[in-house]
C-alpha cells in the first residue's frame, strides 16, 4: 500500500466463510450430512466441470481422471484440486460432494470453534474480517448472530455497537469523495487547476468508449 501512497488500514480484506453451526459438534455435522444428502449429482458434477470438464458420462463412484481437462478458468483453483485427487483418491462422487457443499472457507461446529478459526486468522492478520455466506437461509443467518457473535462480543473482537451511520465508517475507512464533490467543497486543499487535468483524462476516455 505504500507504494501507492497509501496507508495500510484504506485496503480491508474479508475473507469468506461458510460455517455450519450446532449447539454440539455433533449437531453441526448432522445439519452438514443432512444438506450433503440434498445434493443433486449433477449439481455436484457441474462444481469439478472448470478443472475436469463435462463427467456426466464416467461412472460417480469411480476414480477421477486426471487425463481429463476443462476449461481452467481458474488455474490455481483447478491445481489444488487435482493435487488433492493425486493425495487423497477420492471417487468422482466423493470429490463433487466435497467441493460442492465445502467449497470456499467450510468450517463445521460450535460457537466456540467458529470464534476461535476467526480469531486466529484476524489476530495473525490473515484478513480484517469475514463476509459470513451460510449454507442455508435464513436459519443460518439466525444461529450467527445468536450463537457467534456473542462469543467475539465477549471476547472483544466484535462492536456492540455501530459507531458511523456509513458502511465505509464501520469498516474504518476514511470518506470517499468523487472530483464533483471535491470541486465544490470549499475545504479541498488542491486547487481547480490541478484537479482539471485529472477531469479531462477522464472525459477523454468516455469519449473513446463512446466511440
Request: proline share 7%.
Amino acid at each position: 500500500m505504500a507504494k501507492y501512497g497509501r496507508a495500510p488500514d484504506d485496503l480491508k480484506i474479508l475473507s469468506g466463510l461458510r460455517p455450519t453451526l450446532g449447539r454440539t459438534t455433533e449437531e453441526a455435522y448432522a445439519k452438514f450430512n443432512e444438506l450433503q444428502a440434498l445434493l443433486h449429482p449433477l449439481v455436484s458434477l457441474s462444481t469439478l466441470y472448470s478443472t475436469f470438464g463435462d463427467l456426466s458420462d464416467y461412472i460417480l463412484d469411480g476414480p477421477v481422471p486426471l487425463d481429463a481437462y476443462g476449461p481452467q478458468e481458474l488455474y490455481s483453483s483447478s491445481e489444488r484440486l487435482r493435487a488433492r485427487v493425486r493425495r487423497d483418491h477420492p471417487t468422482i462422487r466423493q470429490l463433487s460432494q466435497q467441493v460442492a457443499g465445502m467449497g470456499g472457507f467450510n468450517v463445521i461446529g460450535t460457537a466456540d470453534k467458529i470464534a476461535n478459526v476467526m480469531q486466529s486468522w484476524f489476530e495473525q492478520g490473515a484478513c480484517d474480517g469475514f463476509n459470513i455466506t451460510p449454507p442455508r437461509l435464513p436459519g443460518g443467518c439466525d444461529d450467527f448472530v445468536e450463537m457467534v457473535i456473542p462469543v467475539l462480543q465477549r471476547r472483544g473482537l466484535f462492536r456492540t455497537a455501530y459507531e458511523g451511520t456509513t458502511l465505509r465508517e464501520n469498516f474504518g475507512l476514511p470518506p470517499a469523495y468523487s472530483l464533483l464533490s471535491l470541486a465544490g467543497d470549499v475545504r479541498m486543499s488542491r486547487t481547480l487547476r490541478e484537479i482539471r487535468p485529472v477531469k479531462m483524462i477522464l472525459s477523454r476516455q468516455l469519449l473513446e468508449q463512446l466511440g
